[in-house]
């Protein structure tokens, strides 16, 4: 969540990197958001003591995009120091925010409730609807990752009833908020809601361009088609998902596209397409030797999980 707080000292050349860092968030292109938030930091050291509260936000930022990009443990880097020493309710939620989107990406889901609650106090507190429906987004996709798939679809729909009473466009939040809705009945077998409910997600993401989603949503697709026996259209999503993926380094997509398309191969008697992808899979994990051999003999929808 990208960190814009009203009552940080301003600065045009800070504001401007932030901005552009945001759009490039907002757009999946993290490399360059990554790239524009290290300026921005940069510009916040130069003010020394002034600039207190903007090296706290270029931090904030910082570490968010590492997350997308699947630096986990990077992403904590200095935000429990943040939190305790920030007196600003927005920096405080960010900090804690952060703290539990990266807690939960390494499996320690009690960590991250305890810091997914401290985010909520502070946006109760603030009364602020985006900072409400970030947080019980938050909670939904620890519960989603604990399985407890009915807890985490309250969460998904506490969340959309704030970004649906938010001013300004919701449009990015809320295509997340319905791909994550989507995957929830898959995973509880509800095939045709899952679908229907992606598919909504995708049109807004393509609307948006926010190609992080559209590729998210593709690979559900395929994985939806494939879990309901409807290898023809698992296809197309997924090899779509699978260059979306490869031309923007979304690194777990493009291995859980892999899997995917490996199965629909085993499935469909197409050898040359199986071994392709499994194969690939095999050079990813040098440290299983044994991978495709495994995948080969096994059905791939019985144990992958394509949000981490």
Known sequence: MHLDDPTLPRCDNFDRLSS??????????????????????K???DHGGRGRGMLDAADLNLAMVHLQMGHNRRGEEGLREILLRTGTPRVAFSAA???????????????????ADRALDHARQMAAPDLLGAGHSLYGNIRLNQNHLERALEEYSASMEYRLAQEGDTRYSRAILLENIGYCHLLKEDLDTGIGKISQALDLAREVGDLRCIAECLQDLC?????????????SPGCEALSKAGE??????????????????????????RDEHFTRLQEMHPELPFL??????????????LKR
């Open 20 to 41: 552009r860092g945001r759009e490039a968030t907002l757009r999946g292109e993290f490399v360059e958001a990554l790239a524009l938030y290290t300026e921005a930091r």
């Open 292 to 305: 495709k051999d495994f995948l080969c003999a096994v059905d791939v929808t019985n144990f992958i999980t």
């Open 43 to 45: 510009v916040a050291a």
């Open 248 to 273: 923007t380094g979304y690194n777990d997509i493009e291995e859980n596209c892999h899997y995917l398309l490996g199965e629909l191969g085993s499935r469909t008697d197409n050898l040359e397409r």
């Open 223 to 235: 994985y939806g088609h494939l879990l309901a026996g409807r290898h023809e259209e698992a296809l």
């Open 97 to 115: 925010y952060n703290l539990a989107s990266s807690l939960r990406k390494q499996g320690r889901y009690d960590r991250a409730l305890s810091y």
